[in-house]
Each structure stands twice: as structure tokens, then as C-alpha cells.
């Protein structure tokens, strides 16, 4: 939301303020799997031909607590 | 539920033989005062001054400020869950002593050295340019100035200064206990004409839950990552919420202003007149996800929705993008479930006010009452004298901050200047729309 606002083109959604590309509270190899994700849709995003500002979502789940 | 709250004015303060309020003087025992904070094994120097609105008077390692009052009579007591024991508190008669404040400084050493949890204090002028745009330059100040024993945790600083300054305030209030005020208001939020738009006000504040202490207490329980929740605005007049007193900078609050908050005050005087205030939402934010941020606007919005408000005010506190979002999406969810909301808040700006002053918006806030900028620096000409430090000692506000040398002038923004920030209405601070 506010990356959008901010004027940035390319958003990935991360998982959460203190730690945006993982999450603490999985065991080392999923947290492992989880930052791959993201980068992965980083990479996509980065390819992409763009009209306007986009969000792009990975394939995570994450413990939002 | 009715509060009679009772003013004696303080227009003097002075040292004594004893502790006595007699028509606006305050005479103070200073040996019974220090009796009182060494009773705390954990305070090893403690000292007294009076600091005087006009005096070139210097306060540093400020970390909170209270205005004495004390309950006389109806349940529980002022400070209930610190002072007292956990009772439902609002109704009955307090006493004030008004004009005046127990101002600690304190210096301890610190066990967290950074970070949004480590401590910090700030400066308090009685002259000058920060005296004008602070409340706490224009009331008599009694300063406790403390220093702690080497090895206290981070949570025990805190209860160690804020049992001293409250054991303080409650003691000089302690001295209108047999006396008729001059003044006294009662407040309350009884039934009125049901003609009269319904309002509720909605107290966002900031809280960590990673820090010892969360910043903002109810009944002494740290705030932490709570759902919104329903009060009576007379808790307010009684203390119900206190602070972290380890974090003393001037962006956060203090308990003095917790007790004389600008908005409850005036929505529990028009309540009859202008409108029917239903009471008060306290919403802990500053959630890190975006799924806790949409749910703790759903759920303030649904319980104004359920208290069948139309309009609703919101207020904020900390300068934080974080917590922005989540008061942002707050005032939108009220917006949509049909109420009239009002955003009453501070301003980022910059130094100069061309800055943007807020990092995130939504098109609903399109009511903002602005208490000015909290970037505006201010050049603070050297004092004659200081409290709170050695002459010649310097100070750092921030953990991993500049040091400063308080004895010498200064050029510091409202962040470090005690009471410059309004969170919540009440200030010094003129606006202009230019």
C-alpha cells in the first residue's frame, strides 16, 4: 500500500515490517523455501512489460501473528 | 458514572518545615519528599528543585511529567493497577493540584543500546522559545532528579521512577485531602437529548511488543497486541493510562498528558450541549502485517458501528509509519461503515514545512485537524541554570545519538523537547493555512 502510494512500479508483497522476505517463526528450511518465493516473483516481476504500477504476490503463506 | 474534579490552583511553591497547601501556596518538606524516593533501594542519589516558568532554567534527562491528584472519595485510586489495587476508577471526587507538575530526570544505565525499545529523555526549558510551546513551561515545576543503581533491568528503571514520581504527586496532593476547592467540574456521559449527534472518540496509540515495557499502560498492564477496546473517557482524569517512564523524548507522551488530554476534556464538556459523546475506543497499533493492520481498523470501526455512533474523532501518537497505516485504514473503515470521522494528528513536514506530512493516506481522510509540525527546530540560547545534570556533563537523547552539551545553546526539533509534540489537541501551537 504504501510502496504504491510512494509511486514505486514493481511491489512484491512481503510478509511483514521486521522481517519483509521471511518469517522467524518457521523452521530454517520452509523459512529457506519462503525467501525463494519471494525472490523468485521478484525476478518475475522484474521481466514484466508494464502499463501501470503492478503488485505482484508470491506463493507464501506465512504466520501473520 | 460521575467524576467531581476538583482544582487547587498552585500559584507558589516554596520549601518548608512541612507539607502544606494553604490558599495557592504549596509548602514542601524537601527531607519528607527524599524520605519518600530513597524508600526504593533501587534509587541511589535523589535530589529536589523547583523550577519556576520564566526562570533560565535548564531540565535534562527528563523522562516524564505528572500532575499531582489523588482520589478522595468513590472506588480505587489514582494510578489504580501502580498505586493501588486494580478498580474500575471515574466516579467519585479527585483533587488536582493545578498550575503545577512533578517533572522526574532520571539516569540509569541502559541495558538495550538501540533500537525502537532502548531508552531516551529529553530537554525542558523555563524560558525562551521552548518554554512558549510546551505546557510544562508555564507550570511551576517541583524536579525530582534520580539516578538509579548500576544493574537494574530495563522494566525496573521504569517502575523505579514512575513509583517515585507518582509517590510524589500523590503526596503533594495528598495535602488538599481536608479542603474545600475553589473550583471542581463534574464530568460525565449520562443520557442526554437523543437528538444530539453521537460521537466517539478513538484513541490510537503506538505500542511495541518487542520492548520491556510497551510505551502505554491500562491500569499498570503494558499495552501490547490487543484488539481495540471500550472505556469511560473520566478513566483518563484518574490514570488509568500511564507510560513507559524509561522513554522520555518529546515525539511520545506524558503522563501529564494523559491526565489533561486536550480532546477528552472538551468532548466530555460539549457532551449535553453540541453532542452526545458515547465514549472512548482504545486501539493499540502499529502491527506489523497488513492482515493485523485490517483487522484492527474492522474491529474500532464495527465497535463504533455497534455503539451506533455517526461521527468519530481519531487521534495517534509516535511518529511512525507503521502506526500511520494502521490509523489511516482505521479512519477509512469508520468512513465506510457511514460515520463522520475527524483525524486529529500532528504533521512530518520537514524543517521548513514543504515535506510531505504523512507517508501514507486514504482517500477518506478527507477531515484532518493538524496540531502543527513535529520538525520544526527550535535554537535554544544557553541557560543560567541546570537541572539534572553536572555542569559541564554532556547528554545524549537517543541511544547512538549525538552527545550535547545542555550548558551551552542548542538547535534541537520538537522529538527532543518535552510536551512540543500535540498528539492530542490542547497545544500552544497557532495554525495557519497559507
Redesign the interface.
Not at chain 1, 510478509?15 to 521486521?18: D, E, G, L
Given at each position: 500500500?504504501?510502496a504504491l502510494?510512494?509511486g514505486a512500479t514493481r511491489v512484491v508483497t512481503g510478509?511483514?515490517?521486521?522481517n519483509p522476505c521471511g518469517d522467524v517463526n518457521l523452521p530454517a528450511e520452509d523459512d529457506r523455501q519462503l525467501r525463494c518465493e519471494i525472490v523468485k516473483c521478484a525476478l518475475e516481476a522484474l521481466q514484466a512489460n508494464l502499463e501501470s504500477a503492478r503488485t505482484f504476490v508470491p506463493k507464501i503463506n506465512?504466520t501473520?501473528? | 458514572m460521575k467524576l467531581e474534579l476538583a482544582t487547587f490552583p498552585v500559584t507558589k511553591v516554596q520549601w518548608g518545615e512541612r507539607t502544606v497547601y494553604r490558599d495557592g501556596l504549596l509548602e514542601i518538606d524537601k527531607q519528607e519528599l527524599l524520605s519518600l524516593v530513597r524508600e526504593d533501594p533501587k534509587i541511589v542519589s535523589a535530589d529536589f528543585d523547583i523550577a519556576l516558568p520564566g526562570d533560565e532554567t535548564r531540565i535534562v534527562n527528563v523522562r516524564d511529567v505528572v500532575e499531582p491528584r489523588i482520589k478522595i472519595a468513590g472506588p480505587g485510586c489514582v494510578f489504580p493497577g501502580i498505586l493501588g489495587p486494580v478498580e474500575s476508577v471515574g466516579s467519585g471526587r479527585t483533587h488536582r493540584l493545578g498550575g503545577m507538575a512533578v517533572v522526574v530526570s532520571a539516569t540509569y544505565r541502559p541495558t538495550i543500546l538501540s533500537g525502537t525499545a532502548a531508552q531516551n529523555s529529553s530537554v525542558l526549558d523555563m524560558w525562551g522559545p521552548l518554554a512558549e510551546a510546551t505546557p510544562f513551561g508555564s507550570t511551576i515545576n517541583v524536579v525530582l532528579a534520580i539516578k538509579l543503581q548500576d544493574g537494574v533491568t530495563e522494566l525496573e528503571a521504569h517502575a523505579a521512577i514512575q513509583l517515585a514520581e507518582f509517590k510524589i504527586a500523590r503526596r503533594l496532593a495528598e495535602t488538599t485531602r481536608e479542603l474545600t476547592a475553589p473550583e471542581a467540574e463534574v464530568f460525565g456521559i449520562g443520557e442526554v437529548d437523543p437528538a444530539l449527534p453521537r460521537v466517539v472518540y478513538i484513541d490510537s496509540f503506538l505500542t511495541n511488543w518487542h520492548a520491556p515495557h510497551s510505551l502505554v499502560a491500562y491500569y499498570g498492564l503494558p499495552v501490547r497486541e490487543s484488539l481495540p477496546t471500550y472505556i469511560h473517557p473520566n478513566e483518563y482524569l484518574d490514570g488509568a493510562l500511564t507510560k513507559d517512564t524509561r522513554i522520555g523524548s518529546g515525539e511520545y507522551t506524558y503522563t501529564w498528558e494523559w491526565l489533561n488530554k486536550g480532546i477528552v476534556y472538551r468532548l466530555l464538556r460539549e457532551h449535553g450541549k453540541r453532542l452526545n459523546f458515547l465514549g472512548v475506543i482504545l486501539q493499540r497499533t502499529r502491527f506489523e502485517a497488513e492482515h493485523g493492520k485490517q483487522v484492527t481498523a474492522m474491529c474500532a470501526a464495527q465497535m463504533a458501528k455497534l455503539l451506533r455512533a455517526e461521527g468519530a474523532i481519531v487521534t495517534r501518537t509516535v511518529m511512525s509509519g507503521a502506526n500511520l497505516v494502521d490509523v489511516m485504514l482505521t479512519v477509512q473503515a469508520c468512513e465506510k461503515s457511514g460515520l463522520k470521522t475527524v483525524f486529529l494528528t500532528p504533521e512530518w513536514g520537514g524543517h521548513d514545512g514543504t515535506e510531505p506530512p504523512f507517508v501514507f493516506a486514504v482517500p477518506e481522510a478527507d477531515a484532518i485537524v493538524s496540531t502543527g509540525s513535529t520538525d520544526r527546530e527550535y535554537r535554544l540560547p544557553a541557560p543560567k541554570k541546570l537541572i539534572g545534570i553536572k555542569p559541564g556533563e554532556r547528554v545524549q537523547l537517543y541511544a547512538g545519538d549525538r552527545w550535547l552539551s545542555p550548558s551551552e545553546e542548542l538547535t534541537l526539533d520538537d522529538t527532543c523537547l518535552a510536551g512540543t509534540t500535540d498528539w492530542w489537541g490542547g497545544g500552544k501551537y497557532t495554525r495557519v493555512q497559507y
Open positions: 500500500m504504501v502510494q510512494l510478509t511483514k515490517i521486521p506465512f501473520s501473528g | -
